[in-house]
């Protein structure tokens, strides 16, 4: 290679590392004469600098940060042809795409005819068709084939950490792998060697540590997990003897992959639990009350037989969720449990619950019910036998804060689908 | 004990330069690769350059794909690195738009073990392209195909770009 050539691909990187990069759009005279063609230029698009200007104007609004990356330059003559890429954050109207805070990474390949260390003539663009993918603008042909590739590489992760391999981990883990949060762990190596020494040592901290995916979801570069992890406190933890204790956590991590490898990643794992397990600081939460908690379950079915509904909006939470059987089954919310409870009330006004037994621990309170009443009116789909009728029926609630916020319920439908007369065997 | 002037390229891509890590996450061994050691002559690569455009004209895939390398690394997509499906993925999409799909070279750049190829496309809508339907269109385009050559004088790296858009507007008849 000449000396033309050396002296272009220096102007070449002057222009792209110096200029480009610093989006100072005002220097582009400098590398693009006003005469310049740009044969892939966009229609719209004037000739020479002003062209240039204008593109790059567009495309810094479109994303703050954006950044060309050169790769590899190839010349001879007078032209130099450019491998890079383009990449930055989508925080602005990229070519009519409002912002969508993507992180993106573009290819782009150009040669350019150098006159006097000026782009004269100019060929090439940008992967637009991937920029758009990525941006979501267009769908993912190979969405499918990533998710798998992506779960496979959180699975060699997930078991590197659990075998405490490092080469598993180092086989998905780029060399110069940034973790976002590692700034909260001093004296870790930079680099992969980062996350193979963080496992190491919660390893040693947690004998048996088990991580277990929950959820991995795809979207562009990056996959997104949910984990939980089990283990037995058996070493020191941030400085904190072993306890014994087995201590569970969960924790969620996105990850981005370039080139088949986790390249950076953001981690949010539940530390201040840990401790509070491990007895090293104190809950946040109150302790348990499981004489408050079968007060509260009193208070409900006496309001119950006292025909009072809407105390369900004061003894209960808005977010209840109910896991049922056949006559009352999973159910969100409040409205159902009262539309439930009117509805059994016009058709047995007499209806009486009674509370037979209850066993309360931690934060749940086991129930057993009978409920007694007369048929004075038709009740699902059956006509109104004016006679006695009784079910049983025993409930799980779950306490958070002074309110239901969960139960799982079995009552006796059967004795009662027999005391319709619908199944034999019953008194009807 | 290696001999480490012949991967003096792998070390000044990790040690000098600012997207050092770029080659080695793409996969290229570089240690399997002395590729700075080798030399290969101007007339050569344009032997293989042109060897690798008739294959394209001549629509043979095959032929086109035996000249790469089994290592062979291409920046497509984000994240996956593809190797010979890299050419199915591209003339292979290409050709079954434009069955009658040919490439005119401008010229091709020769620097070292990589070479260049500036290009036209040209070619006929009779199949699908991403969200168009055929439409008996003809288009020119512009493309650029670039590779880089090891020591068997097969193709390590390949970087492909086409004006795709500029298709899109010829076939629509909206540019």
Redesign the interface.
Known sequence: MGELQERNKARVRDYIENVINNHIVDRFAEYVPDDGIDYSAPPGIPRGNAGTKMFFTMFFEGSSDAKNTIHEMVAEGDKVSIISSISGTHDGNLMGLPATGKHFSALLLETVRMVDGKYAERWGGMDIVGLMIQLGALPDPDLKARTEAYTRMVERYIYGVNHDDENALREVFAKDFNDHNNAQVSGLPPGVEAVVAAHHQLNESFEGLTFTIDEVLVEGDEVAIRVHANGKHTGAFYGFPPTGKDITWTAHRILRVKDGMFVEAWNEFDQVGILQQMGVIPSFAPPPNPEANKALVRRLYQAENDHNIDIVYELMSPDFVMHGDALNPYQKGLEPIKQGAKMTQDAFPDMIVEIEDMVASGDKVMVRLRWTGTMAKPFMGMPASNKKMSWTAIATNRIENGKIVERWFNSDVFGMLQQFGIIPGGQS | MADESKYKIFWKLTQTE??????????INYHAYPVDDYQIARADVQALANQYIANINAHNLDAAKAMLDDQC?E???????VTKAGIDMTYGMLLNAFPDLNMTI??V????D???I?GELHGTSQGQF?DNAPTGRSFVT?M?E?F?ITNNNKFIER???Y????IV?AITGT?
Do not use: C, H, S
């Open positions: 600012p997207n050092a890590p770029f080659a080695e996450q793409r996969g690394k920046m497509t997509m984000p994240g996956e690195p401008i010229q750049l020769i620097d070292g990589m070479f260049v500036n991403y512009y650029i670039i880089k970087y492909f770009w004006d795709a858009m500029k507007r540019g």
